[in-house]
């Protein structure tokens, strides 16, 4: 499995962002979770949310409820991450993962998923 995510760039805090995530190699079907992490400069990374791709669950962590929404489009076999009011706080490198496994016991653990993408940069200024 490969993945793209690209979206990242700077945006003055309470602006909106839209990340993508395209996957290949493998098609959709064949992925049962794609999350989203994120690592910010001196920081250890953090879980930001996860879907289900077969029936668009999602997993939000606390630091993007009712700002931050995850979404699928099985068709472009891409997942996204909307992003709103953004703040300082979340500039980061976030990067997008998957994983073929159905059961995924701790959705929030970065080990959960062996496919990662390259990451791509969110800065947020105040």
């Known amino acids: 499995v490969q993945l793209q995510a690209s979206g990242g760039g700077l945006v003055q805090a309470g602006g909106s962002l839209r990340l993508s995530c395209a996957a290949s190699?493998?098609?959709?079907?064949?992925?049962?979770?794609m999350g989203w992490f994120r690592q910010a400069p001196g920081k250890e990374r953090e879980f930001v949310g996860t879907i289900s791709t077969s029936d668009g669950r999602t997993y939000d962590a606390d630091s993007g409820k009712g700002r931050f929404t995850i979404s699928r489009d099985n068709a472009k076999n891409t997942v996204y991450l909307q992003m709103n009011s953004l703040k300082p706080e979340d500039t980061a490198v976030y990067y997008c993962?998957?994983?073929?496994?159905?059961?995924?016991?701790?959705?929030?653990?970065?080990?959960?998923?062996?496919?990662w993408g390259q990451g791509t940069l969110v800065t947020v200024s105040s």
């Open positions: 190699g493998r098609t959709f079907n064949n992925i049962y979770y």
């Open positions: 993962a998957a994983t073929t496994r159905i059961f995924v016991p701790v959705v929030s653990a970065g080990d959960s998923y062996p496919y």
